[in-house]
């Protein structure tokens, strides 16, 4: 069982270029979630779906778009990339169903813009 | 505002003894807070939930009490060991601006089990 996985693991982008992140999970969890990491300041959440076809803005969401077409896949896109995106972004899972919200975290997508 | 707090960015202790950790919150009351670790370059993975109504919850060498007085939760590491070292985060529901139970994390505290 493979749980969540992210691509690309990193990447280096050009500011203003667009760029998606993948998130995949296979344990058929209800909720998504997508995270920036950076030092001193945390994990953020920018966007979440609670179920397929939902989505909501999360702490930080500006300058990022999420989609949820099927429990599976839950992608990130940055539109037109800044410098301020450089981040450590995860994508991260939950069987929400009840009220435990215990989530579970991909790897890791390491994203620099130049 | 509602805010969660990791007192330490980092932790040195020697192989052996018990390692604890601090969380505190305020301007809240969760029906339950979750501890998970991190590893340098991977995701956050969970270890231990409490639950408001539980004292102290168990598991292996891992140990976590929660204090709704005090507004504290306190997870200890018994007999710590090199392995044990990597960054520690607590979680909570925090009432988002958008009027939704979001899962919050502390900033975490990094953990060095010295040999």
């Known amino acids: 069982i493979a749980g969540i996985t992210q691509a690309p693991t990193s990447q280096i982008l050009a500011a203003g270029r667009r760029m998606t992140l993948r998130c995949t999970q296979d344990?058929?969890?209800?909720?998504m979630y997508w995270y920036r990491q950076d030092l001193g300041l945390g994990l953020r959440l920018i966007h979440y779906?609670?179920?397929?076809?939902?989505?909501g803005k999360g702490e930080v969401p500006d300058g990022y778009s999420v989609s949820r077409a099927n429990t599976d896949d839950f992608p990130l896109t940055l539109a037109s990339a800044v410098p301020s995106q450089t981040s450590v972004y995860f994508c991260?899972?939950?069987?929400?169903?009840?009220?435990?919200?215990?989530?579970?975290f991909g790897p890791g997508t390491r994203l620099t813009v130049l | 505002s509602q805010k969660i707090e990791q007192n330490s960015e980092a932790l040195n202790i020697q192989e052996g003894k018990t390692a604890t950790l601090t969380c505190n919150y305020t301007?809240?009351?969760?029906?339950?807070l979750q501890w998970y670790r991190q590893d340098p370059g991977r995701g956050p993975v969970f270890l231990l939930l409490?639950?408001?109504?539980?004292k102290e919850k168990r598991k292996e060498r891992l140990k976590v009490t929660f204090d709704t007085t005090l507004k504290q939760s306190l997870f200890h590491i018994t007999a710590s060991q090199p392995a044990d070292s990597a960054t520690y985060l607590c979680?909570?529901?925090?009432?988002?601006?958008?009027?939704?139970?979001?899962?919050?994390f502390g900033k975490g505290t990094k953990l060095s089990v010295i040999p």
């Open positions: 344990m058929r969890h209800n909720a």
């Open positions: 301007n809240y009351s969760p029906a339950y």
């Open positions: 979680a909570l529901d925090i009432l988002s601006g958008a009027g939704s139970y979001q899962l919050t």
């Open positions: 409490i639950r408001e109504n539980e």
């Open positions: 779906s609670n179920t397929a076809g939902t989505t």
């Open positions: 991260a899972s939950s069987d929400a169903a009840g009220e435990i919200d215990t989530q579970y």
